[in-house]
Every structure is written in structure tokens, then in C-alpha cells.
């Protein structure tokens, strides 16, 4: 391409000071919380649909690729620029446009940080259910290209169930809205299937989110097990039982060390497994559920059961799960997280073969998931600095995966493909699944221009890709 | 295109053998909107079902893919009805994983059916569809079928998780899986639901289910519509979580086997017993403050309250019926609207206040020129849509029973190509004659 002429019509739509191309300004973007990098050409900043649009089509004229992106917290690559090209970053458009509570919507821009959605409507009775556990970093337009999750989904549904509709910028510039703030908008659901594209169909650059009224309790109970099998099946008998806690999470034994280790709670070392569980309705169902909750953990063995007694000892009870990915660090320089999810009913088994993995490859895994949705994170713990250790990591990472398909289950159920994963999604998928897709693809996306190189495992064919660490900024969990 | 029905049936029966079916009788009981078929077949199996598609593409045979019959009403008039194929010999429950809350059927199975099976290990499927005997899980799916209490539960777009389908080229894919959190890929379901078949046709679907209630009950307020309206408001500014709130009036009261009154508001709640019995008492005062009566249903009361809901306007009762979709607090400032409009004319309606979704019925098709477009601009007025969802072919014709285009109708149609080239999948019926 001719990258000036492409910089001066860029800075003509945007203003010089939202292009970058000098490295110190684009080696911020060069990577997200994944372990791949990779510098990006040029940066721009737009700050409304409009520059959006005008930018797609300068970057269509100029025929390099496009890779949106949000507050950079995902992690899988998603938001690498692995073909080069234009970076353009949706952090300036960060308004709340409209908060409709009687319609229980709220009309926001991509750039909107996760958290802030609730912070606008709590005072008023309401919340934004997706909760990713970067949720106080992690964008809207973030949350929609990869169909975040969190652990309260596990009741209220991710991110597309909450998602009704989105202004986009198609690959030629058009400006077009997807779905309807009414029910069944009639056509083809293409909000839906925008919904986890991963940045590969356009660029929302406006979004129609559905809010939930705020519950009028919530219990919060914390058990722990001398055994992981017990905890396992204890996850299964509150599903069977027919609970559907808000949350049900999950710390593993290293987990357990990592936190005594880094920032005590006070769990005992010498447990192999604590469920955190929490419940939300109208008072009457919380207190049953807790109680039956309760039953549950000790017929299964808990060596003890917490239950918070007010909001002071909930979010104490939470503290060890939202610190225990940062806490990691206490026990080894890198870890890698993997996402696979299983059919809750296959939790006991998958976990031994983990613990299988962990002890074939020599790794330390720490295991601190949202087992009440069967959605596992493996912390695979390495040191970066000995020479083959990454691939090793990497190969347990892979075998994890194959075990979760082998059991009925998914390769990512929050984290999203993108660089990461794009080799693995032929585990799932057949070629003729995949060319489905790429129908889909070639409606919105002819020429291939947005995100290239993601999801789907075609090679890498330019960049020059790295290597290292994830930079994830303090206080963030998974 | 004119099709040569006796080659096509033979091919067909060399694929198929005898779930080939041309009698008149038959044929005619497969008519769309009047459009008679030509043949009707029944595979028994995905792989009969792209040999099909695949000789029905190849002829540029235009295929009516059929579930239970009980949504034939939707859409615009067909432009062909060649081939009617028959989802009925696929109709097993595949698995039920209740340790995973979720369950995996073939198309062809009748809801009915499958909520007893279910049932036996204490879920359900929380859809509810009109004439659940005989309606289909693939049917359902296809015409994005929603029932009360989608406000509790979601959906027929949040319950699908996985499903397996047949393109027009008798490809068979799937796509999601049987876990309640994935990411992998486009989230090709979506596309799915609601498309009314002229995708591909819908041979699986993985659903998360619900466990049963321990309890269940309906509140019923009577009063004046703007009663109601304000004990919508006051439940909704409460912490209450009720299934089901449904307005009906006119004489769809007198079927649900309630006193008339000039609206009727139930509340359906289930879920422990103490909770449900906190709504029954909490909704008793608020409605007693604001002035209406109530009473309290339970066992065959509700049931028959909720059938009555779950089956207007695809009884065949009425002749002409619409369906109004409009944000949350719109619902009740529609169905005002809507009876002034008819000026005193026999209107029934349901009306589900919890998710926007209202429905009018008329007696008198003859209407529907008059009324369709005030409806549709009554809607828009709200960032709603309206649609015809029953009319008389002849009405049908007239219109297209979807509304006005969408904004996205490019990409619809540029979908419509990429999956459906030859245009042989339910042609004409979806949204501006796709």
C-alpha cells in the first residue's frame, strides 16, 4: 500500500492526533491479554460512526486489512493485527447515549467500559448481566465481537442474549442497524450471528443493550471439599436438583496455594477444592436454594460450608476467587489460561484428565473456573525463560482442548478463536461446517478485509508475529 | 419454473422407496396458502433428506419443508410448493442430559411428547408453542415460535445451543454443541431461528432445559386496560419475578374461563412454594390498591388459562391475525391504539407485557387492507414492527405480510443466495418475498 497517502487521508478524517504510526505510540497495541504480538502499521482513534465509516473506506481503497478493537483485554488474539494493516480503536466513543429504564434498554457506543453500563442504571434498580472478570476494563464493542461471558452468566445468559441491537459499518463503509429494540424483528437474525464474530463481519459502532432489574437478595455460600471428585459432583447434584445458582465457581488445590500464597483469605492449604455459590431472586427462593445448596455440599462430603451473613462477608468470600489469577504469579514467573468447556454432567471425569495432563507433561496446572456452566480455566504455570517450555505448554494446552471435544464439549466458551485457536476449530467443525461460515463471512465481508487470519485456520501469510508474555493490567481475573 | 413431477417422483422414490406420496387427498391436505403440491415425501433419515434436496435442487423443484402443519399460516404465498418433505420420520429425543440441563431432539418430534419424557426426569422445555401435539421441535424453531413465558426463561434464540441442518445442496452441517457457553465460530443458530426454513432445513436441535417448578399459579386482575396498565407498571418497578404477565380482552376471557371484564391481566408464577406464594400476595395487594378485582387459579384453572393464551390466533379461528412487537412499556398504549382503531368492532387480543409481544385478532379479513398499515406505522412510532401472521390467501396476496423491509434486506437476500443459490427452499415466503 501506499502507507503516507493512506496516513494523510486517515488523519484528514480523524485529526492528526488520532492517527498513530510512530512505534512508541502503536507498540501499545501490538498485542492484547494473549501471548501473541504483533505491530501494528497504523493506529486510528475515530470518534463517531461517521469517521468509522470513513476510515473502512479509506483502508478499502488503500486495500489493507482492518482489526478492530476494543480495550485490548482479550485473550486470544482477536485484536493481534496478524495481516498488518489499519488498527482502528473504538476507546473514544465511550458514551452512554441513552438509558431507557422503563424499556429495560440502554443505548451505548462500543467504547463504553463493561461496568460503567451498570454504574449508569444501578441507582435506578438495574444491571447489565454479562460480567466478564475484566469487566472493569473490557469494552462493550469487545464483549460483542466475542460474546463475552462471566461468572454470573451462568443464570442470565452471555453477552448475545442481552445484545438487541447494534449499528455496524459494513466493509464498504455502508452504515447499517442489525436486530430491533421489539422482539423478532422480522428477516434473518444477523444481530445474532454478529453477535462472537470476532471483529471478522464490520464494526459495531452502536449498541441496544437489554438490562435486567436488580435482585432483590442474594446468598452467597462457600464450601470446601477435602476431594475434587466431591466438588465436582457436588456441581452436578445442584444442577440435577434443579437449582440454577447466579454464579457457582471453582478453585482447585494449587489454586488454593496461590492465594494462601499471594493474598491469604484464610482458605485451609490443605483443601483440594472450594465452590463458591451464589444465589439471587426474591428472598423466599435464595433462602430455599441456600439451603438445599447447603444439604447438597455436606451429603457430599464439604468439610465445612459458609454462608455470608451480609454484603461485608459476600465480598469477602469472593475475594479469593476474583484475586486468585493475579495470585498465580506467586507461584510461577508465566501461566497460560486455556477456556474449554465440557457438559456440566462430565466435569468429574474431565478434571482428572487434567490432573492426568498436568502430571504426564510435568506442568503445574491451577484450575479456578465457572463449573456451574462447565466452562474451564486451566492455568497451565511455566517460566518463560527455559528454552521450549512455551511449546510444551502450548501441546498440554492443545491435549486439554481434545479432551473437552472428546467429552461433548467446546474448545473456548468465552475467550473467543482468534489467533490462538484457529488451528483447533477443525476438532469441532467439519470443512463443510466451516464453509457455512465462510458463506456468512462472504456476505458481510467479500473481500475478507476485516480481521483477517482469525478464527478460521488459514495461514498467517505477512506479519511477523511474536511471542510473549500477556500483558493483562492489575486487578484483572478471568 | 415448470417441473416434470413424474421424473421427479421417480427419482425421488429411488432414493427414498415408498415414503414417496402422491395421492390427491394427501396433496391436498399439503396445500400453502391454496398452493397444492405435487409430490409429499418423508425421509427417514439425513441422509434421505439430502438425497432429496439434492434431486429436488438439481430439478429446481421448490421444497416446502412441514413439521407438524400447525405454522403453514406464516409468511407471504408461496411463488412454488413443489415438494413437501416431511420431517415426521425424524423424531426421536436424541439425548436428554439432565446432570447438563439439556436435551437433544430430532426435528420432527412433537413438543407434547417430548415435554413427557422430559418430565420424567423433573425438566422441561420452556417454549410453548400453539397445539403443542402436533407442533414440531424443527417447526417451532424454524418460525421462531414464543410463548408466555419467555420472559422468564428467553427465548427460542437463547434456549437453542446446538443444532444440525441440511443445506439446499444436501450438504448436511451443524453448528453450536451441547454446552451452555461456547464461542467457537459464528454462532450459526442464530441465522436458523426464525428463518422459516429457507435456509436449510433444521434436522436437530440441542436446547438448554429448565427444571420443573415445585409450584406453579396464575393471578388474575380484572379492571379497566389503564388499571391494568399501572399493575404492569407497579409489578414491574418490584422485585417480583413472575413467568408470565398477559393482558387479554375481549372474548378470549369468556374461552380462558374468566368473568368478562374490559381487560383481564394474568400472572403466571412458579418456583418454591414460599416464593410463589410471596406473588400471589404481594400482586393481590398492589392490584387491590389500584382498585381490581383478583382472583387467585391453580391445577386445571391455569392450565386452561395459559392453553387459551399459548393457542390464539393458530386455531384457525380467527381470520385474520396480526402480530405487533413493540419495546416492553409500549404494550398497553398499543392495545389502547389498537381498540380505538376498531371503533367498537370485535376485537380479541393477547397481549404479553413482559416481553412486548402483542396480538390482535380480527373476524372480518376484509379489514386487514385498512388495518395492516396503521398497524405497522403504530408500531414503527415505537422502533416496533408489525406482521400478518393469518389471513385468507386472497388477503395475503395483497400485502407483504412481513411489513416493510427491513433496513438489512441486502444482506438478507445476499444470505439468501450464498445458502440457497437456486432459490428452491420455501421460496417467496420470508421477508420481501425472499
Partial sequence: MNRDSLVRELRQIVGDEYVLVEKEDVIVYEQDGSIMQVLPEVVVLPGSTEQVAGVVRAARRANVPIVPRGSGTGLAGGAVPAEGGVVISLARMNRVLECDLRNRIAVVEPGVINLDVTK???????????????????????????????????????????VIEIEVVLDDGRVVWLGGRAPDPPGYDLCGAFVGSEGTLGIVTKAVLRLMRSRESVRTLLAIFDRMDAATQTVVDITGAG???????????????????????????????????????VRESTERGARVVQEICVRRGARGVRVAQDDAERLRLWKGRKGAFGALGALAPNYYVQDGVVPRSRLPEIMRQIADISARYHLRIANVFHAGDGNLHPNILFDIRIPGELD???????????????????????????????????????????????????????????????????PITCAEMRRAPAKIPAGLWI | MTIDADRLANRLEGALGSAVQRDPATLRAHAVDGLVPHIRCAPEDTSQLSAALRICGESGAAVIPWGGGTAMHWGNPPTHADVVVSLERLNRLVEHDDANLTATVQAGMSVAPLQDLLAARRQFLA????????????????????????????????????????????????????????????????????????????????????????????????????????????????????????????????????????????????????????????????????????????????????????????????????????????????????????????????????????????????????????????????????????????????????GPPPQALALMQELKRQFDPRGVLNPGRFVARI
Avoid at chain 2, 143 to 157: D, E, H, S
Avoid at chain 2, 198 to 203: A, K, R, S
Fill in chain 1, 120 to 162: 449508569a442504571v444501578a441507582a435506578g434498580g438495574f444491571f447489565f448481566a454479562p460480567d466478564p472478570s475484566s469487566q472493569a476494563a473490557c469494552s462493550i464493542g469487545g464483549n460483542i465481537a466475542n460474546n463475552s461471558g462471566g461468572p454470573h452468566t451462568l443464570a442470565y445468559g452471555v453477552t448475545t442474549n442481552h
Fill in chain 1, 243 to 281: 437449582i440454577v445458582p447466579a454464579a457457582l465457581e471453582m478453585m482447585d488445590r494449587l489454586t488454593i496455594e496461590a492465594v494462601e500464597t499471594g493474598a491469604p483469605v484464610g482458605y485451609p492449604r490443605d483443601a483440594d477444592a472450594v465452590l463458591l455459590v451464589e444465589l439471587e431472586g
Fill in chain 1, 392 to 458: 510444551k505448554v502450548i501441546a498440554a494446552g492443545e491435549e486439554i482442548l481434545r479432551a473437552c471435544v472428546a467429552a461433548g464439549g467446546s474448545i473456548t466458551g468465552e475467550h473467543g478463536i482468534g489467533l490462538e485457536k484457529k488451528a483447533y476449530i477443525g476438532m469441532l467443525f467439519s470443512d463443510v461446517d466451516l464453509d457455512a461460515m465462510a458463506k456468512v463471512r462472504k456476505v458481510f465481508d467479500p473481500d475478507g478485509r476485516f480481521n483477517p487470519a482469525k478464527m478460521f485456520p488459514t
Fill in chain 2, 127 to 402: 417454549i410453548d408453542p400453539p397445539d403443542p401435539r402436533h407442533s414440531t421441535i424443527g417447526g417451532t424453531v424454524a418460525a421462531n415460535i414464543n410463548g408466555p413465558r419467555r420472559l422468564a426463561y428467553g427465548g427460542v434464540r437463547d434456549l437453542v445451543i446446538g443444532m444440525k441442518m441440511v443445506l439446499a445442496s444436501g450438504e448436511p452441517i451443524k453448528a453450536g454443541g451441547k454446552v451452555v457457553k461456547n464461542v467457537a465460530g459464528y454462532d450459526m443458530c442464530k441465522l436458523f431461528v426464525g428463518s422459516l426454513g429457507t435456509l436449510g432445513i433444521i434436522t436437530e436441535v440441542t436446547f438448554k432445559m429448565a427444571p420443573l417448578p415445585e409450584t406453579f399459579g396464575t393471578i388474575v386482575a380484572r379492571g379497566s386496560l389503564a388499571q391494568a396498565a399501572h399493575l404492569i407498571d407497579a409489578l414491574f418497578a418490584s422485585a417480583l419475578t413472575p413467568a408470565a404477565v398477559t393482558v387479554v380482552g375481549g372474548d378470549v376471557a369468556t374461552a380462558a374461563g374468566l368473568e368478562a371484564a374490559e381487560a383481564s391481566l394474568a400472572i403466571w408464577a412458579e418456583g418454591f412454594e414460599e416464593a410463589v406464594a410471596r406473588h400471589v400476595r404481594d400482586i393481590q395487594t398492589m392490584a387491590g390498591q389500584l382498585g381490581l378485582a383478583t382472583e387467585m387459579l391453580d391445577g386445571v384453572a391455569h392450565h386452561r388459562v395459559w392453553e387459551t393464551v399459548r393457542d390464539f390466533g393458530a386455531d384457525g379461528a380467527s381470520p385474520a391475525v396480526f402480530r405487533v412487537s413493540v419495546p416492553l412499556a409500549a404494550v398497553t398504549g398499543v392495545l389502547a391504539v389498537a381498540l380505538g382503531v376498531t371503533a367498537g368492532r370485535p376485537l380479541r387480543y393477547v397481549a404479553h407485557a413482559g416481553t412486548g409481544t402483542v396480538w390482535l385478532a380480527l373476524d372480518d379479513p376484509g379489514l386487514v387492507a385498512a388495518w395492516f398499515p396503521r398497524l405497522v406505522a403504530l408500531a414503527q412510532e415505537y422502533h416496533g414492527h408489525a406482521v400478518l401472521v393469518a389471513a385468507p390467501p386472497a388477503v395475503k396476496q395483497t400485502v407483504d405480510v412481513w
